[in-house]
């Protein structure tokens, strides 16, 4: 059987699906590998490492392919050039790719959506929004420190002493414990909130400050967090504008998988921060968590300049896709027989993963939202 490595078409998009050193796993489990070239340049992996470590390289390595590994879903062109049954692992965020799915179901491919790998312990391990927003948070938070024209760590010197710096963090999920980790590790002062109670522990545990809101936690499934209501928000958002005012930089990270992103900061409160703060807005493409933000771009706002972020983990391509391709060979190997590729659609994690099959689409929210669209 043959697994397929695609060169990204997304605009923007870096990363790769798999690198050189993960290859020997995949033929270990009996697969022949094939790379189109260049798929891996932008994430500084050349196709002479791919031969190397035993693939091949195919410029038409869709057209024999078993199993399709990709970052972005594949183009339509592409997916046409697949055979009936097979199958494709790639981000195919289901609200945003509803076309794309009618199109895998119409071909009768077999797809998985690696943003739906479920949140249990057996599944850590393929668990690619998580590992993707491990980069992230990291890099908003050196992005953070380049922007601000003032140290981020305490200085002392016969010439005076220099205060750190004040970072205030929303979102204590995987992306903003790694921002907090970051911003400490740069010598920053943090504090930072999340609307789930059990977070200010493990903020608390990053040498950061939890900010302690007199307001409902708001613990959800998966260990997310459940949409607040719009009296909740505002009052959430009067109590934060001092904090915020006071902050040099101000990073918010908070997402719900498959929904718009909360907005937590209007543009009333960045206009009183200080002149030249600087605010990272990691949630920008899902709507965004600061108002007027712009994914891709820096705009003023008052006397702030606001970075929207815009695929993130693509400005880290290399660690981004090793441990975007870890996940996929975890996942993959899970979905791997004594005779090659036979997912299990008894197994939770094959299941919860897989959005089309056999000409249908298999996952009951797309399904939902098919049904809403034709309604």
């Keep these: 059987m043959l697994v397929a490595?695609?060169?990204e078409t997304r605009a923007g998009e870096t990363r790769v699906a798999l690198v050189p050193e993960l290859v020997a796993k995949l033929t270990g489990l009996g697969y022949d590998v094939a790379v189109e070239p260049g798929a891996g340049h932008a994430a500084q992996c050349d196709d002479d490492e791919y031969v190397a470590a035993g693939a091949r390289l195919a410029t038409e390595a869709l057209r024999d392919a078993s199993?399709?590994?990709?970052?972005a879903?594949?183009?339509?062109?592409?997916?046409?050039?697949?055979?009936?049954g097979v199958a494709t692992?790639?981000?195919?965020?289901?609200?945003?790719?509803?076309?794309l799915i009618v199109e895998r179901r119409d071909l009768l491919l077999t797809s998985f959506a690696m943003e739906l790998v479920p949140r249990i312990s057996r599944a850590q391990s393929m668990d690619a929004l998580s590992s993707q927003a491990l980069v992230a948070g990291y890099r908003c938070a050196v992005v953070a420190a380049g922007r601000l024209r003032r140290f981020f760590p305490l200085n002392m010197t016969a010439a005076g002493t220099v205060s750190p710096a004040e970072v205030v963090v929303l979102g204590a999920g995987v992306a903003g414990?790694?921002?907090?980790?970051?911003?400490?590790?740069?010598?920053?002062?943090?504090?930072?909130?999340d609307v789930r109670a059990a977070a200010a522990e493990e903020i608390r545990?990053?040498?950061?400050?939890?900010?302690e809101l007199d307001l409902e936690s708001l613990e959800g499934a998966g260990g997310y967090a459940r949409e607040m209501t719009e009296e909740r928000a505002a009052r959430q958002r009067?109590?934060?504008?001092?904090?915020?005012?006071?902050?040099?930089?101000?990073?918010?990270?908070?997402?719900?998988?498959?929904?718009?992103?909360?907005?937590l900061v209007t543009a009333e409160m960045v206009a009183q921060m200080r002149a030249g703060s600087v605010v990272i807005d990691l949630a920008a493409d899902s709507g965004g968590n600061v108002q007027g933000s712009v994914p891709g771009a820096v705009v003023q706002i008052g006397r702030a300049q606001v970075w929207g972020g815009s695929n993130v983990p693509s400005q880290m391509p290399g660690p981004a896709s090793r441990l975007y391709a870890q996940n996929v060979v975890n996942l993959l190997t899970l979905m791997t027989g004594e005779d090659g590729f036979a997912p299990d659609f008894d197994d939770e994690i094959v299941s919860s993963t897989c959005v089309t099959h056999a000409g249908e689409v298999s996952?009951?929210?797309?399904?939902?939202?098919?049904?809403a669209r034709a309604g």
């Design 89 to 99: 692992i790639s981000f195919l965020p289901p609200a945003q790719s509803l076309d």
């Design 73 to 84: 879903p594949l183009a339509s062109a592409q997916a046409r050039r697949l055979r009936e």
């Design 238 to 263: 009067e109590l934060l504008a001092p904090y915020i005012a006071a902050a040099d930089a101000l990073i918010t990270t908070a997402a719900l998988p498959g929904r718009a992103a909360p907005m």
């Design 205 to 211: 545990s990053m040498g950061a400050t939890a900010i």
């Design 67 to 71: 199993v399709v590994l990709s970052v």
């Design 177 to 193: 414990l790694q921002a907090i980790a970051t911003c400490r590790r740069l010598g920053a002062v943090v504090r930072a909130y």
């Design 5 to 7: 490595v695609v060169r």
């Design 363 to 371: 996952h009951a929210p797309t399904r939902e939202l098919l049904q």
